[in-house]
């Protein structure tokens, strides 16, 4: 036997982390810079790093906290979550990021065997999330091509015709890797179809403060749908891994269960971490919307840099951090054409076939200051005019 036949089969059939592939192909083309990990230039408010620092020789910090998270972090995000996204019927489970959230949710919410929905391009860590709790039936639904909106009107027909119906349908509003937003009148209808067809909905709404050009972010709330938070991006935390999910509190057992799989997994999010999480919770959306609108800049560079690719090719930008471009006809291997990118040109970026796009590429646009993104976004429009007048010059 060999050594693959004695590890796990849900394990060997999750797809590899496409950024720990891109870790390597950073750290092993020289001076690359990165536009693919979804990350922000920004460090958390310095009123509240301060703040943290004083609580390093508080025994507090050193023990287990609550496994549902430090109650005044849930009291404030419960405030935040009725003012903000005017969810007022949610209870709250801090996390250890969004990730950890999501895992939290399909073991709660799915069995092995269940059949769930995503839209493409889907976000990669979702997608494996399913594939190892043991759910192999993952529906991939189409988005529109014009807009990448998930499509409606095949979610009515495959969740009508579908037998057992599936068990949850999940989208990421502002999209990861799309960039793009959901306009209410869609998330709703989604919502309602969900509801109609006893199945689950889950948004991720970890970009609920990357919007741009006007657009406002809103929330549903229901019995049947779960939102998912994240402090990562929008204060700058991914290093201190917090996230939280508003679940229905008015379903009952739904928060006794969450605390079988969260006591098994990290018993509780880390307690300076939570702490930092509340003393930014402090400084207010308006410290992290001040921080967003400066990424307009960084946004209108790399879609120049991507120009070359021609009309129609790019897409995004409405939300989040992410532009979403196709590639020429005659350069369909993404992967090839990262690589390439990487070690010829010095500037990394996502494939798209790792969201189940493939023959596009996913930008990020949030990672760098202004005067770096510049560098890096002269790096790429020089890569693709060569890649479409020349092809994958060695």
Not at 87 to 99: I, R
Not at 276 to 295: F, H, I, M, N, R
Not at 354 to 365: A, T, V
Request: aromatic residues 8%.
């Amino acid at each position: 036997m060999g050594s693959d036949g004695k590890l796990a089969r849900r394990a060997l059939e999750t797809d590899m982390p496409v950024m720990v592939q891109i870790q390597e192909l950073v750290r092993g083309a020289k001076n690359a810079i990165s536009l693919a990990q979804g990350v922000v230039y920004w460090q958390p408010p310095k009123h509240a790093l301060d703040k943290v620092k004083e609580l390093v020789w508080d025994p507090s910090v050193s023990r287990y906290g609550p496994d549902e998270g430090l109650p005044e972090l849930r009291d404030a995000l419960i405030k935040k979550l009725r003012l903000e996204n005017k969810l007022h019927k949610s209870s709250v489970m801090v996390t250890a990021g969004a990730n950890q959230a999501f895992v939290n949710l399909v073991l709660t919410l799915c069995d092995p065997g269940d059949s769930v929905i995503m839209f493409a391009p889907y976000y990669f860590n979702s997608y494996m999330a399913f594939q190892m709790t043991g759910i192999t039936n993952i529906v991939v639904g189409p988005g529109s091509p014009k807009t990448l909106h998930p499509d409606a009107d095949w979610l009515e027909k495959t969740l009508s015709e579908t037998k057992p119906t599936p068990k949850l349908v999940s989208v990421v509003n502002p999209g990861n890797p799309s960039g793009t937003y959901i306009p209410d009148a869609l998330l709703k209808r989604i919502s309602d179809t969900c509801r109609d067809a006893g199945s689950w909905l889950v948004v991720d709404n970890t970009y609920e403060y990357f919007m741009y050009d006007g657009l406002k972010h809103s929330c549903m709330e229901g019995n049947h749908i779960v939102n998912v938070f994240s402090f990562s991006k929008a204060y700058g935390m991914m290093g201190w891994r917090v996230g939280y999910i508003a679940y229905p509190s008015e379903v009952e057992g739904f928060g006794t269960q969450l605390l079988k799989v969260q006591d098994n997994i990290p018993i509780c999010a880390s307690i300076i971490s939570q702490r930092l999480a509340l003393y930014s919770l402090e400084v207010g959306p308006e410290w992290v919307t001040e921080q967003v609108k400066d990424l307009v800049k960084n946004r209108d560079l790399i879609i120049e840099a991507l120009s070359p690719l021609g009309e129609g090719a790019v897409q995004g930008g409405e939300g989040a951090i992410y532009l979403w471009a196709k590639l020429p006809d005659k350069c369909l291997d993404d992967y090839k054409v990262v690589h390439w990118l990487a070690h010829r040109h010095g500037v990394v970026v996502i494939p798209g076939g790792s969201s189940g796009g493939p023959g596009y590429l996913r930008i990020s646009f949030g990672g760098l200051r202004v005067d770096d993104c510049k560098t890096a976004a002269e790096r790429l429009r020089r890569g693709l005019e060569e890649l479409v007048r020349e092809g994958m010059v060695e």
